[in-house]
């Protein structure tokens, strides 16, 4: 096996394909990159235990020559260390070459590296091209899908399915949702296909997945039972998907409110953010509200206490008291990227739900705090 | 006590005095800021075990009313939160009131804080005026003496006085020396007053210091027995110094070479740095130099090895075969920011020189590694 290869396309494609190797793996073969040169061009495979990413770097671009001189073969290399290599090497092009006694040499016209490697057949087997359910979406909206509801899922791993984005399609919709303990995200968006899946993806997997999509306009996604595909430009992400049935949260969301409050976002969060400033452990806020005021404030028995009131504001209902995590409220009103926003509450122990004003297709869910 | 004060002046004084302040400290009242409201405008003092900081907000700037509706008096309030508070109001000033029962009220148009306090008596009195040698230096050239020399200064405290940065005053010149038990480096720079004194910094604290000199142009130092006050524009810094005697290190620097390498320091520095990916827990580099060759290597035996040459230089000297500590090397041509430098053996397990080729003010040694 042997190439020449314009560096910077290297460097691209394997900070794709290196970003899940772990740096220590129970599964040995996990820390190297697996290189793989036939006529296609030059496949670069990375993986930890929940992700898999292939990409295919071709031998030519837009009639720019990337690879030449080459000689097919496959080989596994530690992925970190040629990460680093390539990025340090300073000429325009370098030249990959396993030598008889399984040692691959990178040069370039300065530079001489001799790596350890070991034979292809010792990493794992995956088929990126498995069947499932097939669909488009446009990059953007699926960023924003994620980022939106994504951040309401579990940290912590004692009730493992809170820790996943469950995604549904069915009726031409995509919805996502997440939830813990004290709080629940949900959006949808529209979607060209007819497809109707339930796949509950690791949040934390998938936010690095959207990480990697960059100046893809659409990708194209494959589900089936135990994966789910995110295919873009020259390369191809496979994510294992949770085991078992996520939680029935079909009549979570309240229909009915007592208490409706329509305030500026930019303001209310400003002002929510400021008075967390002097808050417990469990950043607790109090929110109170009359026809004539809108009050946001905190103690602490240490420190002090602050206390703010938002000007700009309408509300229907009676006086109403409630304590928040404000880092919830936070979190929420920021993720509704609304101008204005509609606070709708049932009492002071219910759960109270954040919309955007002007947009159903998103909520956020918040469990108040109890005295 | 009472005033209310343009909030980016007050944030940009607090964010001066609060950098030391601990976030715990064995004496309780550290994790305070001294405020003090006189004639002169508002004084406020933050302080650690090691460094004591003064700045005084005058009245007015440039005819720019700073502080009015001032009510003199003196107060301690928990330094991180006072800070924060004022980084997060929104309103272009803010009034401070000291009520009635030790609690500080911080409030502007939106928002009320309100902060317990403590009484001024109770903070460590510090006088930032005591008498010592005094001279002055240009800011830029004193920040460039402590960067280009303090990084050799050790790291761990089991011999005290190697963490220091050596400053001594002789003749017009002031001297800087760091070292540890495999680096020294030395930097001397010209000042206008014939002062004389050893004085013995953390160069940890003095790295700190330098970096809020900003826009200052020359900085008043007072040196005495115990303290380096550093003062400019209204700000004090008192540091204490080390006690003891720093390490006679007249003849540590040899007279006399039997080998010469001059190189570009960008193409040294590169080369090093490259190979040095492939390094041991030693950061071991060899460098092979001959009439005709100067080659940089490493190995590691899990991993692969490196090398590389370089392509200009000039060699007066046998062949020698050298092992050194990468990252040190690497330091050390960094910091004599030179355009090429010249490296000077005795013989391969002999501490050897680098310098820049132009400046004889600057000297960087170090203590080869044993294979």
């Known amino acids: 096996m042997r190439f020449t290869i314009n560096r910077e396309e290297f460097l691209k494609a394997l900070n794709v394909v290196s970003k899940?190797?772990?740096?220590?793996?129970?599964?040995?073969?996990?820390?190297?990159?697996?290189?793989?040169?036939?006529?296609?061009?030059?496949?670069?495979?990375?993986?930890?235990?929940?992700?898999?990413?292939?990409?295919l770097i071709p031998f030519a671009k837009n009639d720019q020559e990337i690879i030449r001189n080459a000689k097919n073969g496959a080989i596994l290399v530690q992925g970190r260390y040629l990460v680093e290599i390539v990025r340090k090497l300073s000429g325009k092009e370098l030249t990959f070459d396993v030598m008889d006694n399984a040692v691959v040499e990178i040069s370039?016209?300065?530079?001489?590296?001799?790596?350890?490697?070991?034979?292809?057949?010792?990493?794992?087997?995956?088929?990126?091209?498995?069947?499932?359910?097939?669909f488009?979406?446009?990059?953007?909206?699926?960023?924003?899908?994620?980022e939106q509801?994504?951040?309401?899922?579990a940290n912590k791993e004692n009730r493992p399915?809170?820790?996943?984005?469950?995604?549904?399609?069915?009726?031409?919709?995509?919805?996502?949702?997440?939830?813990?303990?004290?709080?629940?995200?949900?959006?949808?968006?529209?979607?060209?296909?007819?497809?109707?899946?339930?796949?509950?993806?690791?949040a934390k997997t998938i936010n690095e997945i959207i990480r990697m999509f960059e100046e893809a306009e659409t990708i194209n996604i494959v589900v089936n039972e135990r994966k789910m595909f995110f295919k873009f430009?020259?390369?191809?992400?496979?994510?294992?998907?949770?085991?078992?049935?996520y939680p029935n949260v079909k009549n979570i969301v309240p229909k009915s409110f007592?208490?409706?409050?329509?305030?500026?976002?930019?303001?209310?969060?400003?002002?929510?953010?400021?008075?967390?400033?002097?808050?417990?452990?469990?950043?607790?806020?109090?929110?109170?509200?009359?026809?004539?005021?809108?009050?946001v404030?905190?103690?602490?028995?240490?420190?002090?206490?602050?206390?703010?009131?938002?000007?700009?504001?309408?509300?229907?209902?009676?006086?109403?008291?409630?304590?928040?995590n404000s880092s919830f409220v936070i979190d929420a009103i920021k993720a509704l990227r609304a101008e204005d926003v509609v606070l709708q509450f049932i009492g002071e122990f219910k759960p109270f739900v954040i919309k955007d004003t002007k947009n159903d297709n998103i909520i956020q869910l918040i469990t108040p705090v109890r005295a």
């Open 149 to 153: 509801t994504s951040f309401a899922a």
């Open 297 to 324: 404030s905190s103690t602490t028995s240490e420190v002090g206490s602050a206390k703010e009131k938002i000007n700009t504001f309408h509300y229907e209902g009676e006086r109403l008291e409630i304590l928040f």
């Open 108 to 134: 370039d016209e300065k530079s001489n590296f001799q790596l350890n490697s070991a034979q292809a057949e010792e990493y794992p087997e995956y088929d990126f091209n498995e069947d499932g359910k097939e």
């Open 233 to 245: 430009n020259n390369t191809i992400v496979a994510s294992n998907l949770l085991n078992g049935e």
């Open 161 to 202: 399915m809170l820790t996943a984005l469950n995604l549904t399609a069915e009726n031409k919709k995509l919805t996502a949702i997440a939830l813990d303990a004290a709080r629940y995200a949900k959006k949808e968006i529209a979607i060209n296909e007819e497809v109707e899946f339930v796949a509950n993806i690791p």
């Open 258 to 295: 007592n208490y409706f409050l329509e305030a500026n976002a930019e303001e209310l969060l400003s002002a929510i953010d400021r008075v967390s400033l002097l808050t417990n452990d469990k950043n607790t806020v109090r929110l109170v509200i009359t026809q004539d005021d809108v009050e």
């Open 20 to 55: 899940p190797i772990p740096s220590k793996s129970f599964v040995a073969s996990l820390i190297f990159v697996k290189l793989v040169l036939d006529d296609r061009g030059l496949n670069l495979i990375g993986s930890n235990e929940t992700i898999a990413i292939s990409t």
């Open 136 to 146: 488009n979406v446009n990059t953007k909206e699926f960023v924003a899908l994620v």
